[in-house]
């Protein structure tokens, strides 16, 4: 089992001191891993209900900063040297996959192996009405997304033509350096077949008072078809274990992430 952290780079008074601190002391500690979540904006008057704590109650505030994971990931990559740096999830309908792929291509070669993606599919509809993308096909549109990263990052020229994302055979060198793996966030069936289909982890949220996580899964619960084909190409059966990131919050004011990381 690895362990990780979760930097505290989005709570009530979050600073740069505060979270590189953190991310270097990690480091000299010996932990394989920091830990970003991700959210544009917090709403002054927030209707959307947050799906895990009991009474929709999300503790963030529109007073409270958040830094930006995507941007955190090229400063810890410099700020350190063999710390894994991820996230729990990032939204992926906030970015465009070309945007996304090509940073964390770059930022990962200088980084090699280092970074971790989490994906989720987002749940705060007043961000998706903010960047002008849909709501209600949100988890058709993560699933799309994560097969743009795979032809992006392939060393190949790629084209692609989805419902939601398209375009024409481009290079987009350079290539992550290795298999670059992809965390996917999420409770529930579709959530659950979703990561044995097509992801490398699962990204669980759970604590006192929170009503869901690791309890979601149940026997066989990521046993989907006889097979599924990994990030990677590869093929494996669906009977295999999944590794499972575990992430729990502790207050408001403070959050710990145990992550335990796809097998290299």
Not at 41 to 68: C, E, V
Request: with cysteine.
């Amino acid at each position: 089992m690895r362990f990780g952290l979760h930097l505290p780079s989005a709570q009530p008074g979050a600073n740069v001191e505060d979270v590189m601190a953190v991310a270097r002391t990690a480091e000299e500690l010996q932990f394989d891993s920091v830990w970003m979540f991700d959210h544009l904006f917090t709403p002054t008057a927030l209707a959307s209900k947050y799906p895990y704590s009991r009474d929709g109650s999300y503790a963030m505030t529109a007073a409270d900063p958040f830094f930006d994971p995507i941007a955190l990931y090229g400063v810890l990559a410099g700020a350190t040297s063999k710390l894994r740096i991820g996230t729990g999830v990032t939204i992926a309908a906030y970015r465009h996959p070309i945007v996304l792929g090509k940073m964390l291509a770059s930022i990962e070669n200088f980084a090699p192996g280092r970074i971790v993606l989490g994906l989720g599919r987002g749940w705060m509809r007043e961000e998706f009405e903010g960047v002008g993308v849909g709501f209600d096909r949100r988890g058709a549109r993560l699933e799309e997304y994560i097969k743009a990263l795979r032809a992006i990052w392939s060393g190949e020229p790629a084209s692609f033509r989805g419902e939601f994302y398209s375009w024409q055979e481009a290079g987009f060198l350079p290539a992550p350096t290795t298999h670059l793996p992809i965390l996917l966030g999420g409770h529930g069936e579709e959530a659950l077949r979703r990561t044995a289909e097509l992801g490398d982890g699962w990204v669980i949220t759970t604590g006192k008072g929170q009503g869901a996580g690791s309890r979601q899964l149940k026997p066989g619960s990521l046993c989907w078809g006889p097979r599924w084909t990994r990030g990677d190409g590869t093929s494996q059966s669906s009977r295999s274990s999944i590794p499972i990131s575990c992430g729990s919050r502790i207050s408001p004011t403070r959050r710990c992430r145990s992550r335990v990381l796809p097998r290299t």
